[in-house]
């Protein structure tokens, strides 16, 4: 049975669609691995839907882990889903960048080229 993947409105066919403990991966015979992992290497959200876009799945903190390659030419992708913890510490890393940033302009002033 094909599963759909939808990722920022595209979506993608596929199949071996597993979850586990954390994670998710399936699938990709349409694309190479180059194009899988241009695709969903920035991806934070994902869908899992059946062919008649039944939507069965949602993972809204979702990060990329790795591509593999098969020998009849299948690209399997593995998805880390984050912890409520991961989610918070990747928000305060996030925040804290920007902070940085800014003190760094008050301090030294922007760059006028």
Avoid: H, R, W
Wanted: aromatic share 6%.
């Amino acid at each position: 049975m094909n599963e759909i993947i939808t990722v920022c409105s595209k979506k993608y066919t596929a199949t071996n669609v597993i979850t586990g403990l954390n994670t998710i991966s399936f699938t990709l015979s349409d694309l190479t691995a180059d194009e899988v992992e241009t695709v969903f290497k920035s991806v934070e959200s994902l869908t899992v839907s059946d062919d008649q876009n039944n939507v069965y799945g949602e993972y809204p903190n979702v990060v990329y882990k790795s591509v593999t390659k098969d020998a009849d030419g299948n690209v399997s992708v593995s998805m880390s889903i984050l912890a409520q913890e991961q989610v918070q510490i990747k928000e305060l890393q996030t925040s804290q960048a920007e902070q940085d940033e800014a003190i760094a302009e008050l301090l030294y002033g922007g760059c006028e080229e």
